[in-house]
């Protein structure tokens, strides 16, 4: 194999040998290049490329947008490869027997370093339709994530009133050592970047039908933030930012005591991972939930995250969102605010600092300092105000 492309690590998360320099095996094009692939779509076929670049990127920003459309035009050259003809066409014929059609082809969207990354393919008909969608997860911690959203959609499927907003699970298949994770596409449009009513919605239908009440310093929020503590403190101490201490003693003290309704979680709830139907929001990207989490958790990811890749100081523009949604779910927590998006905001940086002693200098760095810091900001000031 080429040194430039084994360098990208595409072949171990594809389960599919790429090669450079050579005339054997199905071409595909690599955007934005070898060096930096975060997509693969096939080569010289105009409506493969506009649909793969469509449906594999939804981007938040007005360049982002602007990418996705050169990308889809041709515009953008991208660098040449060559997939693995036989293990390609393998992977191929697995995915169209669950889907029920005699051919597709594939696009990839290979994402960003992380600890837990995996691909995600568009399974397209060879005119350029989508099918559907397939994770495909190699690596363990891939896996775990990929058996996370299994669960989470089985779940979700099986709850009254939740259908139609959540992707269905078609198949789960094995794949060189590892799995792919096959489900429906849901609508094309892209959600609201603002928080709205089909967002209240979703998120008081989701809580209603996973709520428990319990103290806080008995959920599993709080276990998990705490082990993870207590283990990169031994392993990784560098990884941890020194409001985090602070910040957890604060929420033992101030949240622990306090009994509350807590419920499934997102985790990574954002305009991104969103669809909007006719008249529901569409959720995709279940790896990172968890249930027993603090109300409000994915409001406030919604809000903080964008905040974060914007640079923006504050991470909370609509407070006043937050407050009905509050009185939906738990009417005491208005005086809890401030509390309750402190415990959100040291929860996620907890999960960007696991990730980085996993992968040192890998992931979104710029992103785990902005909640680093908003944790000082909410600890010195009322954050919501």
Not at 258 to 282: E, I, K, V
Request: charged share 20%.
């Amino acid at each position: 194999m080429c040194p430039h492309v084994q360098g990208t690590d595409a072949s171990g998360l594809l389960g599919v040998r790429l090669e450079t320099g050579k005339t054997a095996g199905r071409m595909y094009t690599a955007y934005p290049n070898l060096a930096k692939v975060r997509w693969l779509l096939p080569a010289n076929q105009p409506a493969l490329r506009r649909a793969g670049i469509g449906g594999l990127y939804q981007p938040n920003s007005l360049r982002g947008r602007a990418v996705r459309t050169i990308i889809g035009a041709g515009v953008v050259p991208g660098e040449k490869v060559w997939l693995e003809e036989d293990a390609l066409a393998r992977l191929e014929t697995k995915l169209a027997s669950v889907v029920g059609v005699k051919a597709v082809r594939l696009a990839f969207y290979l994402g960003v370093p992380a600890p837990h990354r995996k691909v995600t393919t568009q399974v397209l008909t060879p005119d350029g339709k989508t099918l559907a969608y397939a994770k495909i997860a190699i690596s363990p911690l891939a896996q775990a994530a990929v058996e996370t959203e299994k669960r989470a959609l089985l779940r979700l499927s099986e709850s009254a009133g939740m259908q139609g907003t959540v992707p269905k699970v078609l198949g789960s298949l094995d794949w060189h050592e590892g799995t792919i994770l096959l489900i429906t596409m849901g609508p094309p449009r892209q959600g609201p970047r603002r928080l709205s009513s089909v967002h209240l919605r979703f998120f008081t239908q989701v809580f209603q039908s996973f709520r428990v009440q319990e103290t806080f310093v008995e959920s599993p929020m709080w276990t998990r933030m705490a082990e993870i503590w207590l283990r990169l403190q031994h392993s990784s101490p560098e990884t941890l930012p020194a409001s985090l201490g602070p910040a957890l003693e604060r929420l033992h003290d101030e949240l622990g005591p306090a009994s509350m309704p807590l419920s499934l979680a997102h985790g990574d709830f954002a305009p991104w991972n969103t669809r909007l139907g006719s008249r529901f929001l569409f959720v995709l990207d279940w790896e990172r939930s968890s249930e027993g989490m603090s109300p409000l958790y994915d409001a406030f990811n919604f809000q903080a995250l964008q905040a974060a890749l914007q640079g923006r100081r504050r991470g909370i523009r609509d407070r006043r969102f937050l407050l009905t949604l509050v009185d939906a779910l738990w009417p005491e927590g208005r005086k809890h605010l401030p509390i309750l998006y402190l415990a959100y905001l040291t929860h996620v940086t907890l999960l960007y600092s696991e990730a980085q002693s996993l992968a040192p200098g890998i992931g979104e760095k710029k992103v785990w300092r902005w909640f680093a810091q908003q944790i000082e900001n909410a600890l010195n000031e009322d954050a919501l105000s």
